[in-house]
């Protein structure tokens, strides 16, 4: 059972660059987060999934895409990295909230990015 | 590893003393809450949970303690170890699923 995994685990682009991160779990988990965190920093809410076929806004979503065309796989897209885009990058997963279970939200090791 | 906590509010305590790191949530919504531990070049870690029905829950060494009326969360930690030296985010979830974490405090524990 590998939990989150998250790929690549360090990227370097150049300013303009694209490129998809890929999360996976295989927790059957119908939740699942993408978060930026910035050295010192706290983690910032990019986009999230209730569900497979689902996508909404976060916190921070401007420049970023997301797609959750499979239940297991959330993918993070950046159409044209740019500086202030670097950041290391995580991915969540959590079960149904079955209210009086624990739900709690499973992490990857994150993505180092770097837009240079 | 990844520079976690350098710009967050630091607790030092001595090695055996409890420890009771605080967090201030936003959304009165919000239902459900988690306690996570992030050590240098990881991702968080669950410690514990608590939801809005409840005033207080205990775990391993650990106590979550929320008060709904000024939207409060403390974690505390019973005889603090070198192995809990990290960064510590309290998170909240309300019913859109949405998970928003606070943040953070940096524990540091000295021998």
């Known amino acids: 059972n590998a939990g989150v995994t998250q790929t690549p685990k360090f990227r370097v682009l150049k300013t303009g660059q694209s490129m998809t991160l890929l999360c996976a779990q295989d927790m059957n988990h119908e939740y699942m987060y993408w978060y930026r965190q910035d050295p010192g920093m706290g983690l910032r809410l990019i986009h999230y999934s209730v569900g497979e076929g689902t996508t909404a806004k976060g916190e921070v979503p401007d420049g970023y895409n997301v797609s959750r065309l499979k239940k297991q796989n959330f993918l993070l897209g950046l159409e044209s990295a740019a500086p202030s885009q670097t950041s290391v990058y995580f991915c969540?997963?959590?079960?149904?909230?079955?209210?009086?279970?624990?739900?709690?939200?499973?992490f990857g090791q994150g993505t180092r990015l770097t837009v240079v | 590893g990844e520079s976690v906590g350098l710009h967050l509010p630091t607790l030092s305590v001595q090695e055996g003393d409890n420890s009771i790191i605080n967090c201030a949530y936003s959304n009165s919504a919000s239902d459900y809450f988690i306690w996570y531990k992030q050590e240098s070049g990881k991702g968080p870690q669950f410690i514990i949970d608590?939801?809005?029905?409840?005033d207080k829950r205990q775990g391993q060494r650990v106590t979550v303690l929320l008060n709904k009326t000024v939207k409060h969360l403390s974690l505390q930690i019973a005889a603090t170890q070198p192995g809990d030296s990290a960064v510590y985010f309290c998170a909240e979830m309300d019913s859109s699923y949405k998970l928003i974490f606070g943040s953070g405090t940096r524990l540091l524990v000295r021998p």
């Open positions: 969540a997963s959590s079960p149904d909230r079955g209210f009086y279970e624990n739900t709690e939200a499973f």
């Open positions: 608590i939801r809005s029905n409840m």
